[in-house]
């Protein structure tokens, strides 16, 4: 019984086209099939990040582009107002940021010579303290001799030991010696309220200070404000840089799918830009001819678009074909399903590939 094999897969009867170069007579040679294709490579889709309208268009189809080339200026009021406020906002916080900088500067050395002098006066006063004290202690030791020498010579001129005239010597030397003790009592008062008047001053010098502390807090929340500013303002421009898109690969513009002056919402792609590299040919085989097909083998590929120039390309893939036709796991109708592969050929690379160009694929049909 004659076996009849039904491809599965519609659009493998499609691409497949056998030119017949079955050899005949003595040649008992694997009969050779012609298998269409096409050149495929991979595309990448350039769209926006942000909404605009296309202000400039720098490629057209076909034009060749290079990472980094530019593509597509947007223009966008929306982002350009935003730059502008936040880079407003940034510049008021970094006049702010200066300001409290030269007050806190000018405070800290103001009160910095307060407390300086403050210091200085206490520890004057603190002298005056001490000397005031010894002068008070040497004028209380006056006084006491001053004293006892006037009561010993005043009971001598009551006993007519010695004249009035003595006595009364001893009783102006005493009474120097009490007006001296007084005065010193007095100094050693002042001084005391002195150094009470400039610790004040030191402890007022010294409060004074802790501002300049309260300050440089102030300073640093008004220094974060502005770090907050600055990242808006670079959130804003980093949005404008996205008005301007360029190639993010090597390769030619194989769809312009947008114009100048339409608008262009986030995502939305502006042009297909097609790989200039890793070119594979795609071609539907029947699995019971090809099965013997391995990973890695050599394959002729004519490529009618250049004078059907014969290249060799390299299998690297085999997949089972898409499948959209019914099952049939016997053959109760006299015929079993077959299965269609997918192959898929490596080519080196050439500046003249395109996607889509047509590539014969030459397989021996039935080799082992």
């Given at each position: 019984?004659?076996?009849?094999?039904?491809?599965?897969?519609?659009?493998?009867?499609?691409?497949?086209?056998?030119?017949?170069?079955?050899?005949?007579?003595?040649?008992?040679?694997?009969?050779?099939?012609?298998?269409?294709?096409?050149?495929?490579?991979?595309?990448?889709?350039?769209?926006?990040?942000?909404?605009?309208?296309?202000?400039?268009?720098?490629?057209?189809?076909?034009?060749?582009?290079?990472?980094?080339?530019?593509?597509?200026?947007?223009?966008?009021?929306?982002?350009?107002?935003?730059?502008?406020?936040?880079?407003?906002?940034?510049?008021?916080?970094?006049?702010?940021?200066?300001?409290?900088?030269?007050?806190?500067?000018?405070?800290?050395?103001?009160?910095?010579?307060?407390?300086?002098?403050?210091?200085?006066?206490?520890?004057?006063?603190?002298?005056?303290?001490?000397?005031?004290?010894?002068?008070?202690?040497?004028?209380?030791?006056?006084?006491?001799?001053?004293?006892?020498?006037?009561?010993?010579?005043?009971?001598?001129?009551?006993?007519?030991?010695?004249?009035?005239?003595?006595?009364?010597?001893?009783?102006?030397?005493?009474?120097?010696?009490?007006?001296?003790?007084?005065?010193?009592?007095?100094?050693?008062?002042?001084?005391?309220?002195?150094?009470?008047?400039?610790?004040?001053?030191?402890?007022?010098?010294?409060?004074?200070?802790?501002?300049?502390?309260?300050?440089?807090?102030?300073q640093s929340a008004i220094q974060q404000q502005a770090d907050a500013a600055q990242g808006q303002m670079?959130?804003?421009?980093?949005?404008?840089?996205?008005?301007?898109?360029?190639?993010?690969?090597?390769?030619?513009?194989?769809?312009?799918?947008?114009?100048?002056?339409?608008?262009?919402?986030?995502?939305?792609?502006?042009?297909?830009?097609?790989?200039?590299?890793?070119?594979?040919?795609?071609?539907?085989?029947?699995?019971?001819?090809?099965?013997?097909?391995?990973?890695?083998?050599?394959?002729?590929?004519?490529?009618?678009?250049?004078?059907?120039?014969?290249?060799?390309?390299?299998?690297?893939?085999?997949?089972?074909?898409?499948?959209?036709?019914?099952?049939?796991?016997?053959?109760?109708?006299?015929?079993?399903?077959?299965?269609?592969?997918?192959?898929?050929?490596?080519?080196?690379?050439?500046?003249?590939?395109?996607?889509?160009?047509?590539?014969?694929?030459?397989?021996?049909?039935?080799?082992?």
């Open positions: 019984m004659k076996m009849k094999h039904t491809c599965t897969n519609a659009v493998v009867l499609g691409l497949v086209s056998i030119v017949g170069l079955f050899n005949t007579g003595c040649h008992k040679g694997p009969a050779t099939m012609v298998v269409d294709g096409t050149i495929d490579c991979d595309e990448v889709n350039v769209s926006s990040k942000v909404p605009g309208r296309i202000a400039k268009l720098f490629v057209d189809e076909g034009t060749s582009v290079k990472p980094g080339d530019p593509v597509v200026i947007l223009e966008s009021n929306e982002i350009d107002a935003k730059v502008d406020a936040a880079s407003a906002a940034y510049q008021s916080s970094v006049a702010r940021v200066a300001q409290a900088g030269t007050a806190v500067k000018f405070q800290r050395a103001a009160f910095t010579d307060q407390l300086e002098e403050a210091k200085a006066q206490y520890d004057a006063r603190r002298e005056d303290v001490r000397q005031a004290e010894e002068n008070l202690t040497s004028a209380e030791a006056n006084y006491t001799t001053q004293r006892d020498s006037y009561n010993r010579f005043h009971g001598m001129f009551a006993a007519g030991v010695v004249p009035r005239q003595v006595e009364e010597q001893y009783e102006n030397a005493y009474s120097a010696a009490k007006a001296q003790l007084g005065a010193a009592e007095s100094k050693v008062d002042q001084a005391k309220a002195g150094l009470k008047a400039a610790a004040a001053a030191r402890q007022l010098a010294q409060d004074q200070s802790l501002q300049v502390t309260l300050r440089e807090q102030e670079h959130e804003a421009q980093a949005l404008q840089g996205e008005t301007r898109i360029v190639a993010p690969v090597a390769g030619y513009v194989s769809e312009k799918i947008s114009n100048a002056g339409e608008m262009v919402a986030p995502g939305f792609p502006v042009v297909t830009i097609s790989r200039a590299n890793d070119f594979k040919v795609k071609v539907y085989v029947d699995e019971s001819k090809f099965g013997y097909l391995q990973i890695g083998r050599q394959i002729k590929v004519v490529l009618p678009a250049l004078g059907n120039k014969a290249v060799y390309g390299k299998l690297i893939r085999i997949n089972q074909a898409a499948d959209f036709a019914t099952k049939k796991a016997t053959n109760e109708q006299g015929t079993f399903d077959v299965r269609g592969l997918q192959l898929v050929i490596k080519l080196d690379d050439d500046p003249r590939y395109r996607n889509g160009m047509t590539a014969r694929v030459e397989l021996n049909a039935g080799e082992k």
